[in-house]
């Protein structure tokens, strides 16, 4: 279809996202919201229809209690994006993913990361700006 690869496969995908104000408004002073955040369209997939992961070994390996009804970013890493590629907890993460047969899609809207000193924003086309 119009160039496009494996538009027809089936994929289930198990997202969440973060910092979303809910609503935001232009007034005359500019933004109802006065520092937005970076919002981001999260999760993580597979191929295939919907099958049982193993959120137990990874709640275990990654010594969160057994009431904790999500895992978020702070169970896992904290500080820039640098510190957080550092996080012993982050690799154990992705490392589960590995072994799921996962992927993690992303999607962001006003995004800004700190990279080798200088920020970034991530542009549309998928590239560094």
Not at 56 to 64: A, G, I, N, Q, Y
Not at 72 to 84: C, P, R, S, T, Y
Request: charged share 25%; proline share 2%; aromatic share 10%.
């Amino acid at each position: 279809m119009n160039g496009l690869h494996r538009v027809n496969e089936v994929y289930t995908i198990y997202y969440d996202e973060t910092n979303n104000i809910r609503r935001l408004h232009v007034t005359a002073d500019g933004l109802n919201v006065k520092e937005p955040k970076c919002f981001v369209l999260g999760g993580i997939a597979h191929e295939g229809p919907a099958r049982d992961l193993d959120f137990e070994s990874l709640r275990s390996t990654l010594r969160l209690q057994k009431t904790t009804a999500e895992i978020k970013l702070k169970h896992i890493g904290k500080g820039d994006f640098l510190d957080m590629l550092s996080s012993t907890k982050v690799e154990v993460f992705l490392n589960w993913i590995i072994e799921q047969g996962l992927f993690y899609p992303l999607s962001g809207v006003g995004c800004d990361v700190l990279v080798g000193g200088r920020y970034c924003r991530f542009n549309r086309r998928r590239s560094w700006a």
